[in-house]
């Protein structure tokens, strides 16, 4: 059958991920199948690029599904959203070669960890968003990023339930800035291990806030043990914002994600 990509975000807030779950609990890979489905005529199922944890959030993740139903890209898109929960939306569909496969055909994918960092708690993104009271210096926090730049063994920055076989990653970014009251931490890789993220930004806030100096990022790499690192961060403030592929796939740019400070980052 013909094969379509297809742009994806979300509000993660009120799912348990994106994966079905064989428990009900509702999740966005659930929705979005739903979704396309009714449009289709028939079910539908859909590949992610990255699969995302309870409560993270998505901007541009990437899906492929196949369909034999005749419809227009614009016909896929708002009736899918016509059918979808105010928390996800579409954002383009578009069909591709047969060959094309949103999780393996993925180059890199990226994701953005936003914080407030504030001595009051945000009433606003409260689950968009994770609160750090301290004081954080940025240039604390990316003198310890520099150390995970780079192809290592990330066994201490992963979950200990963490499935995948081969703990290696190439982390070719990771930049942390600041917006006022907001700190991103920017980060681009081949693929991610479970939690990995989460874990970068749990050491990160505790270099930031004075109590870790920046070397013990690296010390927490060399020690190859998931017991060595630091707290794991809430997963309310990150986003998957994007996924690389060959252009001769032929996907619209991306944009800057997610929208609230858009205008603050490039791409």
Known sequence: ????????????????????????????????????GSVANHP????????????????????????????????WAYGA??????????????PVADNFHARFSALWRRYR????????????LAKGVTWNYRPLDVGRMQAAAGHLVGEHDFTSYRAVQCQAKNPVRHVTRLDVSRHGPLI???????????????????????????????????????ARDRASGGVTASPCGLYFIDAGYDPVFGLPASESNPHFIAPLLPL
């Open 1 to 36: 059958m013909p094969r379509y990509a297809a742009s994806v975000q979300y509000d993660g807030s009120c799912f348990f991920g994106w994966q079905i779950l064989k428990t009900g609990l509702p999740t966005v890979q659930e929705a979005v199948e739903a979704a396309l």
């Open 81 to 94: 959203n016509a059918n979808l929960p105010d928390e996800i939306a579409i954002n383009w569909v578009r």
């Open 113 to 124: 960890y936003v914080i407030y960092n504030h001595p009051i708690r945000p009433a606003h």
């Open 184 to 222: 991103v931490i920017d980060v681009q890789a081949n693929a991610f291990l479970h939690h990995m993220i989460r874990n970068f930004a749990g050491v990160l806030m505790a270099v930031g806030c004075g109590k870790r100096e920046p070397i013990w990022a690296k010390e927490v790499l060399d």
């Open 44 to 75: 539908v199922s859909v590949v992610c690029a990255g699969r995302t944890d309870a409560r993270v959030h998505g901007c541009n993740q990437i899906v492929h599904f196949d369909s034999d139903a005749s419809r227009t890209e614009r016909g």
